[in-house]
């Protein structure tokens, strides 16, 4: 199998993972590394982190990435051309103890590898809990359906987010 790219001075590659996903990866000069730039999956934001840090998949928009409200891609060039690989900042740096959170709705929870929980906290004490560190980014309740029990703060960044549509 072969493919031909239009502009000849990109440089790609097509892999199988071992899932058994067809990939394709181009390469980003500026930060020297391979970019997954596609995957055959059922949908582009099946696709892990698809999106990188402070960034929302959205199968709805195009291009399907988003930075988060107060963010902005790092480069809006690359951003535009397709290479949604995250890398967005921050519009103003955190103001600890001056800053608020914005809620977002409709969203898969960012990745708890890095995440704390403690089950024993409601959603007020959770979110005084996250206001009390300066690096709490983000916090949410484990349990949504009855209001009950338990919380979960994301330290630093938080990653792999997906918008759904309204229900």
Known sequence: Y???LTNP???SRLTINSEGYLQRFTWIPTYQEW???WVSL???CDMYNRC???AYCDTSTSPACNCIRGFQPLSPQEWASGD???RCRRNRQLNCGGDKFLQLM???LPDTTTATVDKRLGLEECEQKCKNDCNCTAFANMDIRNGGPGCVIWIGEFQDIRKYASA
């Open 2 to 4: 072969t493919f031909g």
């Open 9 to 11: 001075s990109l440089y």
């Open 35 to 37: 970019n997954l730039y």
């Open 42 to 44: 059922k949908e582009d």
């Open 52 to 54: 990188g840090p402070y």
């Open 84 to 86: 949604a690989s995250g």
């Open 106 to 108: 409709n969203m898969k």
